[in-house]
């Protein structure tokens, strides 16, 4: 699996961006994957951010709720994640990993953001005052 993030940049607070995560490889031809992000700040510990599996659920850490939307585009094997109203705390290297997964058939759920089996290069995310 290959992961690809594209999309971030600098931004005044109170903006928007849209990243992105081409993900590439054998995950597709399973029938439960996850996808999502997780964020790290200098001196900071990890921080997961965001999921979404192959059934369209969705998971958000409180710090985003409201104003994060993870979303996937299938056909172009596309993850993005639309964040608005951005504060200086969401300066983060941002990465898009594919979490581990675990349950029964048809039971499935996806783990933490940080407990990934692959994960991307990252995309700087940077929110000034």
């Known amino acids: 699996v290959q992961l690809v993030e594209s999309g971030g940049g600098s931004v005044q607070a109170g903006g928007s961006l849209t990243l992105s995560c081409l993900a590439s490889?054998?995950?597709?031809?399973?029938?439960?994957?996850?996808l999502g992000w997780f964020r790290q700040a200098p001196g900071k510990e990890r921080e997961g951010v965001a999921t979404?599996?192959?059934?369209?659920?969705?998971y958000y850490a409180d710090s985003v709720k409201g104003r994060f939307t993870v979303s996937k585009d299938s056909a172009n094997n596309t993850m993005y994640l639309q964040m608005n109203s951005l504060k200086p705390e969401d300066t983060a290297m941002y990465y898009c990993?594919?979490?581990?997964?675990?349950?029964?058939?048809?039971?499935?759920?996806?783990?933490?953001?940080?407990?990934?089996?692959?994960r991307g290069q990252g995309t700087q995310v940077t929110v000034s005052s």
């Open positions: 990993v594919q979490p581990r997964s675990s349950g029964s058939f048809g039971q499935r759920v996806c783990h933490s953001q940080t407990d990934f089996v692959y």
């Open positions: 490889g054998y995950m597709y031809t399973t029938t439960f994957y996850c």
């Open positions: 979404i599996d192959s059934l369209g659920n969705t």
